[in-house]
Structures are given as structure tokens and as C-alpha cells.
Nanobody, 120 residues
Framework: QVQLVESGGGLVQPGGSLRLSCAAS????????MGWYRQAPGKQRELIAA???????NYADSVKGRFTISRDNAKNTVYLQMNSLKPEDTAVYYC??????????????WGQGTQVTVSS
């Protein structure tokens, strides 16, 4: 019911910046949680940033102060601004939407992922 399309990944030098976008379509409920995850080769997928519909945000310690999650409801798009990038930020980044129906059923939707490579 929800489709997420990510874009904005690429190759960037250490200390550089990149902004990821996640365009959402479908049955987006009024109350939901949008999140950004990343997964490096051979490592577990980790939640790095999340935003609830009310605007509250949370960040993983590894990216706090460097990454910012935001959204534009008019465009149905969620962003992840990534500054001061480090080689250890290299991973595939995924957009996630978590929401519940009126009957209490929970849903999780995922984007296709976009590669971010930080290297000199």
C-alpha cells in the first residue's frame, strides 16, 4: 500500500555531504514513523534516524550531530542530510515507513536502497 523510492546516493570524499531522498506514495496514514536504515557489507542493518509524524526525531549515536532527517509533506518526501561523512558511513541506505491501520495491524515498507560510498 506504500511505495518508497530512494535516490541521492553516490560517491563522496570524507568530510563531504550528501542528501538522500525518499519519495513516498500510496496509503500514508496520518500517524507514522519514517526512518533511515543502513547496512554495510557483512554487518547488521541499523536504524540511524527516525521521525514520527508529529516531528520528533531520533538519531543513532554514530550519526548524531552529522545527519539530519526531515520531510516535506507537500511532496510526500523524506530526506536525510548527511554531513561530515566518514568512510565508516559507507553502506546501502534504506528508507522505511512504519505505521498501523485503524484495526491495529502494523505495516513496514522499504525502499529499494541507495548506495553511499565515502572514499578518498
Amino acid at each position: 500500500q506504500v511505495q518508497l523510492v530512494e535516490s541521492g546516493g553516490g560517491l563522496v570524499q570524507p568530510g563531504g555531504s550528501l542528501r538522500l531522498s525518499c519519495a513516498a506514495s500510496g496509503s500514508i496514514f496520518s500517524r507514522n514513523v519514517m526512518g533511515w536504515y543502513r547496512q554495510a557489507p557483512g554487518k547488521q542493518r541499523e536504524l540511524i534516524a527516525a521521525m514520527i509524524s508529529g516531528g520528533s526525531t531520533n538519531y543513532a549515536d554514530s550519526v548524531k550531530g552529522r545527519f539530519t532527517i526531515s520531510r516535506d509533506n507537500a511532496k510526500n518526501t523524506v530526506y536525510l542530510q548527511m554531513n561530515s561523512l566518514k568512510p565508516e558511513d559507507t553502506a546501502v541506505y534504506y528508507c522505511n515507513c512504519h505505521q498501523s491501520s485503524a484495526t491495529g495491524i502494523m505495516y513496514d515498507y522499504w525502499g529499494q536502497g541507495t548506495q553511499v560510498t565515502v572514499s578518498s
